[in-house]
């Protein structure tokens, strides 16, 4: 088995260590040691998993064994901070074995594709990106690194989300659009034009605040 953390213990992070609950009750290959957090005491429990140390800790231990990981935190800047710190982890790529993928999809390293996503033919996704709850992923998109999309998104044929970019509960997103490095769309949001500027949109259609 792979001994297995989660970076970051926040909310986001016990529902990761559930997505992992799921994937060994179908293949067994996960050995959860529990969570690294640079924010809260050492020691706590939580749903059954303790915070076993900080960033330094675990960069020493992952000098003495090999460990395997993924970043639960959602801020891009913040993912590209432990990435570059943690020489040695070996980031894993995470799919709950509900989710629908066609074979012609690609995914890197430290993405995490939770319970029920959907994603179709020829999708290119980067690294470290996170598809949340329940979303679909239509034909042609490509996803660059750090991308966040949270539950109930629904892209169309050939989007394009550009490094970065985040996408809030519920947003729709029309065929061929491009969304810009940095732009965060709200939740519930309709993007029926490309998003060019960085900023937050949110509305129907989406708008930039």
């Known amino acids: 088995m792979k001994d297995f953390v989660i970076i970051g213990a926040g909310d986001f992070g016990k529902e990761v260590a559930w997505l992992i609950e799921d994937i060994n009750k179908v293949h067994n290959q996960y050995n959860l040691l529990g969570y690294i957090d640079d924010n809260k005491e050492i020691g706590i429990e939580l749903n059954g998993y303790k915070i076993i140390g900080n960033t330094e800790y675990l960069i020493k231990m992952s000098q003495e064994r090999e460990l395997f990981g993924v970043i639960s935190m959602q801020n891009p800047e913040v993912k590209k901070t432990f990435v570059g710190t943690l020489k040695n982890i070996k980031w894993e790529t995470l799919i709950h074995p509900s989710a629908i993928i066609t074979r012609t999809v ?77 732009a965060v769309i709200g939740a519930g949001a309709v993007v029926v034009r490309d998003i060019t500027e960085p900023g937050t949109y949110v509305g129907v259609p989406a708008r930039k605040l």
């Open 106 to 182: 690609t995914i890197g390293e430290g993405s995490i594709i939770t319970a029920g996503n959907i994603i179709s033919n020829n999708v290119n996704i980067g690294k470290h990106c996170l598809i949340n709850l329940g979303c679909t992923v239509g034909h042609d998109n490509v996803i660059e690194d750090y991308v966040c999309i949270m539950p109930g998104c629904n892209l169309s044929g050939f989007t394009t989300l550009k490094e970065g970019s985040y996408l809030g509960t519920g947003v729709k997103v029309i065929p061929r659009i491009t969304i810009c490095e940095g």
